[in-house]
């Protein structure tokens, strides 16, 4: 098996592990990249509900990465972690050079500085014009003057393929033009590492390439390291340079082809249920005693 | 269970509560002055207060119009007609003016406060301002609560207006009570120290109440629908009884 398979228990020292390397070790994408985001033995319950209990993974710099794996198995929650929006009960998330679990609120408010993100549903302020919501974050965390702002903000509409909408509020807009809004808004800030939480959601199959395209042009232009949590199996393969499979307290990851000719069952399970035919529920029946 | 230990654990959740209220009070506090948004101020002044008006003045007409009736019927027993305008205003300005217009404000905008910032949250627009390095505290929930601090006393002094005319109106064109009588009734009795100021004094603690109740219960809310139902239903019960409960202690402190 060329997948990468991670146990994820994390260093007890605390100190960041190399990217493995070497005689034996496959190669994927991590070996070619730096990671750019290490999690290491994350653990997190909500009362009696262990989301989490020991699981690692890397993201690879200038990579768009894929989370995929069952519902409810932590894909978003993983996201908010790396976010720094809730924090692990245990475990350690590394963003480059700097440990952001143990940040207070007040550090985390500039360590987000650097991280944009793209939420499910757009998460745009109701109460403001697609224009406001753009700008916003212009408006509170730099010194432009107000034409300066509404350069940066056309410029960023004609990036994403939105003219016109300056008025609007986001309750006027079509499912793909809010999650173009929210991507503009993302990235208004230039962060270097951009979140996705379940782009193609409620798309059609047109919005879907629309966003697909997007998103390519994006890390292509900035560089920016993208994490995407998708359940989209097909744009999943057509974007993505990483893929991280969670799978119970493990991860699997490895590039596009390796989960391609992945031999693990839940790996195949999951590719295989995207296209038609018929798929052995047993697998998932595994899976989720597994959880 | 045990009774001591139920009471023991009924005692701990309310100090919890109590703390984690006053920590969220002087968090959104400390976020207010870090910026002061002005501009969002305005926008909820509006909101709260503007929109609150009709309410307020409809209201205060009504109860004053009813506090002339009875007040006439009363009063034309002992044949103290003339004194319908100080008893109207009294009650108006120490005890129905603050109280009303807190419980009109709380079932108005602090039922929409709560249930605004409780989708916010529930749709996560709050975590979408955390991401831009944009503190909600100061950006959603600071104006909110400084609008209504803000609106409470003038809501409250307009509808103590409202009512001294629905009083006038049915004392005095309804009822024959001489408007000169009746004015000057309101003039005599009322002092500035003693009545008005308490009034509005009365108003503004209302108001911190109300905007601290609405905003937590708001903000604190389960990231669902039943939780903007709750944060609802809570700010709208708890609001209503800790205005009772706290005019009552009030105004036994004030008039000692």
């Keep these: ?291 | 269970m045990n009774p001591v230990i139920g009471l023991g654990a009924w005692t701990v959740k309310v100090i919890g509560a109590f703390g984690r209220m006053t920590s969220f009070a002087v968090q959104t506090a400390v976020a207010s002055m870090r910026p002061f948004r002005g501009r969002r101020l305005v926008e909820e002044l509006y909101r709260i207060g503007v929109r609150s008006l009709v309410i307020i003045l409809l209201s205060g007409f009504v109860v004053g119009g009813v506090l002339g009736l009875q007040g006439y019927t009363s009063l034309a027993r002992f044949g103290a007609e003339d004194l319908l305008g100080s008893g109207v205003a009294l009650i108006l300005i120490r005890e129905l003016g603050p109280v009303v217009t807190s419980l009109l404000v709380t079932g108005r905008a602090g039922s929409s406060i709560a249930a605004g910032i409780a989708s916010m949250n529930a749709t996560e627009q709050l975590d979408g301002l955390r991401m831009m390095s944009v503190n909600p505290l100061g950006f959603v929930v600071a104006p909110n609560a400084l609008a209504m601090i803000l609106a409470m006393p003038l809501l409250s002094a307009l509808f103590i207006l409202s009512g001294l005319l629905g009083g006038y109106t049915v004392g005095s064109q309804l009822l024959g009570v001489d408007p000169g009588r009746y004015l000057t009734g309101i003039e005599t009795v009322t002092t500035f120290e003693d009545d008005v100021a308490g009034s509005l004094l009365k108003a503004l603690i209302f108001g911190v109440l109300v905007a601290l109740i609405s905003t937590y219960h708001g903000y604190t809310a389960s990231r669902n629908a039943q939780g903007v139902s709750d944060a609802t239903t809570n700010t709208v019960v708890i609001g209503s009884v800790t205005t009772l409960v706290v005019n009552y202690f009030f105004t036994a402190l004030w008039s000692s």
């Design chain 1, 1 to 291: 098996m060329t997948v990468r398979d991670r146990l994820g228990e994390g260093d007890p020292t605390g100190a960041r592990p190399a990217t493995p390397s070497g005689p034996g070790t496959p190669a994927t994408i991590l070996d070619e990249e730096p990671a750019h985001v290490d999690a290491l033995g994350l653990r997190l319950a909500y009362g009696a509900n262990k989301v989490f209990d020991g699981l690692s993974c890397r993201f690879a710099q200038g990579a768009i990465s894929c989370i995929i794996g069952a519902s409810g198995s932590g894909k978003s929650t993983l996201l908010k972690l790396i976010a720094c929006l809730i924090k692990p009960d245990f475990g350690d998330i590394w963003v480059g050079d700097q440990e952001i679990t143990c940040m207070p609120e007040s550090q985390a408010m500039v360590f987000r500085r650097r991280i944009g993100m793209l939420f499910q549903a757009g998460a745009l302020l109701d109460s403001m014009t697609v224009f406001e919501n753009v700008a916003l974050p212009l408006r509170e965390k730099t010194r432009l003057t107000e034409k300066e702002i509404e350069e940066e903000v056309h410029l960023q509409f004609e990036a994403v393929g939105l003219d016109k909408v300056d008025k609007l509020l986001p309750g006027e807009l079509s499912g793909g033009m809010r999650k173009r809004v929210a991507l503009a808004r993302a990235m208004i800030t230039r962060p270097e590492i951009l979140l996705v939480d379940e782009p193609f959601s409620g798309l059609d199959p047109i919005a879907v390439r629309v966003v697909e395209a997007l998103l390519l042009d994006l890390r292509e232009r900035t560089g920016v390291t993208m994490i995407l949590v998708n359940h989209d199996i097909p744009s999943t393969m057509r974007i993505a340079d990483q893929i991280v499979f969670i799978v119970g307290r493990r991860t699997l990851s490895g590039s596009v082809e390796e989960m391609q000719q992945s031999e693990d069952r839940r790996v195949r399970a999951f590719i295989d249920a995207a296209s038609p035919g018929e798929i052995d529920p047993s697998v998932w029946q595994g899976q989720e005693s597994e959880l």
